[in-house]
């Protein structure tokens, strides 16, 4: 509704900025089995708000107004810090089997990335809004711990049985010129730790 309402005010206002910026997120996939999406994958949503994300970018495809949807995964930094509390507490167990891909990025990247995607003279339609690295579950929480010097999550059961996450790929953000602060999550967790002090 939120959207729908701004562009029909738009509409009805005679306004027509250069371009709309939508925040979506990665949640609009329904690739589970560990395979690489890009802007072109299809987005079929199973949950709720995956589903509602997705009617909204729907509507701004459909408006008149030019947009870019840029499709965050997994924010963190300073006070987006459950995760690295998670392992700090040993609260974060690693599913045990196949690899669980997870997907991030940096706060600072997403308001950098923004604020560089506006400033372009031509922002396509639809860019992923994710580090240059998607990192299995077990792997990440493993160099989270060692990063804090408290014990190694321990194993544990899978909540949801055969889920093996995406690979999210960023190569058109990367093309249209961005530079990531933290490009990685082993970046962005360091300075993350360090502030923490």
């Known amino acids: 509704e939120g959207l729908g309402g701004l562009l029909a005010a738009l509409e009805a206002q005679g306004q027509r900025p250069r371009r709309i910026f939508f925040v979506s997120s990665t949640s609009v996939y329904a690739q589970d089995g560990g395979e690489r999406v890009d802007e072109s994958s299809p987005a079929e949503p199973r949950r709720f708000n995956g589903r509602r994300l997705l009617e909204a970018e729907t509507l701004l495809r459909a408006s008149r107004f030019a947009g870019t949807v840029v499709r965050f995964a997994g924010i963190y930094g300073p006070g987006r810090t459950r995760l690295l509390q998670s392992v700090r507490r040993g609260e ?50 493993a160099w989270l711990a060692g990063a804090l010097h408290v014990p190694a999550p321990p194993p544990g059961r899978a909540d949801v049985e055969g889920f093996r996450g995406k690979r999210c790929d960023n190569a058109r953000l990367l093309a249209c010129g961005y530079a990531f602060r933290y490009p990685s999550y082993r970046d962005g967790y360091t300075a993350l730790i360090r502030a923490e002090g």
């Open 92 to 141: 974060a167990p690693a599913a045990e089997g196949p690899p669980r891909y997870t997907n991030r990025i940096h706060r600072d990247d997403c308001a950098g990335m923004l604020d560089y995607l506006i400033g372009l003279a031509h922002a396509e339609p639809l860019y992923l809004g994710v580090d240059c690295e998607p990192v299995a579950e077990d792997r990440l929480l």
